[in-house]
């Protein structure tokens, strides 16, 4: 405790959080609008959706859902992972919206989605709560979709596997640089030999509370050493950073401690939809090993793909491979309007796929 202030250093660390709350969402807004400058309208620029709602998950949080493109199209549901938001699929969303139902949506404590009260709103039961409750809103009775999720988004498609509200609306799914369990044993974020001590560093560095501050020229540096492989554009990294800085650090330091022990492998045996999955070669959040891992559990592995140069921002960094792979998904696995689903367990052949 400080004599001069009578502040224990928990009480000054939820006062902080306190401020960090009141100026989140003005700055999710100066970020995405930020991102928007920087593009200019380009393809990394967050499209206007035709709707925006709010969605109540199980506890009571609140999630901020988007919608883009014609309501009666073929849906896909777009998942972003820790220290992101719906920016993030903005290449995919422009892409998808022309012929396809996008749903997006800011996992809680991200984006415009509020934090919940108390480190007991974060866990793996909480991301499948709020992804349930954003295919329960945003899908007719008896709809499906194709999912996708990066990073945390992968963890939560994966972890929702026996999740019978989420499996009847499923329809395929791809997992982008992700995985499903060790995170930071296996990280190479630390150029150490794996081992306790490399462990042991990386875990204090993603869970840092410090605030990322202002994006700087050294700030992208560290970004793209850290999530992006060296074929990053400037045009690219900038456009992470602005997502990542507007990331407030309560919910950014709390999800890390969820993904320090995460464990989904089980619940990866269980995803029985057809799942594709892809990876950067680059990728030191996340190495392909994960992904080849992932591949080798799933009942029905749609594809495996890890793409040489990438690191593990890959739907923005290959924009085109993430979006192509989507599209293929909803071709294979989503029936047209008046056809009958597949019947359950029945596999369609995937065209296309290629493997590491």
Do not use: N
Request: with cysteine.
């Amino acid at each position: 405790m400080s004599r001069a202030s009578g502040e224990t250093q928990e009480g000054r660390e939820d006062r902080e959080d306190r401020e960090d709350q009141k100026d989140r969402e003005s700055r999710e807004v100066r970020g995405s609008r930020e991102v928007r400058e920087v593009q200019g309208g380009g393809r990394y620029a967050p499209p206007t959706p035709v709707r925006e709602l709010t969605v109540g998950s199980t506890d009571g949080a609140r999630l901020h859902v988007e919608l883009h493109g014609p309501e009666d199209a073929p849906a896909v549901v777009l998942v972003h992972g820790w220290a992101c938001s719906t920016a993030f699929w903005a290449a995919q969303v422009r892409d998808l919206a022309a012929d396809h139902r996008v749903v997006v949506y800011d996992q809680r404590g991200h984006g415009r989605s509020p934090a919940p009260d108390g480190p007991g709103g974060y866990g793996t039961r909480q991301l499948v709560d709020d992804l349930e409750a954003v295919l329960a809103e945003t899908l007719p009775p008896g709809r499906r979709a194709v999912l996708a999720g990066h990073s945390m988004g992968g963890m939560t498609i994966m972890a929702a596997a026996r999740r019978d509200g989420v499996r009847e609306r499923t329809a395929a799914a791809l997992l982008c640089s992700t995985g499903s369990s060790r995170l930071t044993a296996e990280s190479r974020i630390v150029p150490l030999r794996p081992g306790r001590l490399r462990t042991r560093l990386t875990g204090v560095l993603l869970a840092s509370r410090a605030p990322l501050g202002p994006v700087t020229p050294l700030a992208k540096r560290i970004l793209k050493y850290g999530t992006m492989g060296r074929t990053a554009t400037p045009e690219m990294v900038e456009v992470c950073a602005r997502i990542v800085h507007a990331c407030r650090r309560g919910p950014r330091y709390e999800w890390s401690r969820v993904l320090a022990h995460l464990d989904v492998d089980a619940e990866v045996r269980a995803l029985d939809v057809p799942t594709m999955v892809l990876a950067g070669s680059a990728d030191r959040l996340t190495p392909a090993g994960h992904a080849r891992a992932i591949a080798a559990a799933l009942p029905q592995c749609a594809g495996l793909t890890v793409l040489t140069g990438p690191g593990h921002m890959t739907p923005v960094e290959v924009p085109d491979e993430v979006t192509s792979r989507i599209r293929a998904l909803v071709v294979e696995h989503l029936p047209v309007k008046g056809e009958q689903p597949p019947a359950k367990g029945e596999q369609l052949p995937a065209k296309g796929a290629t493997s590491a």
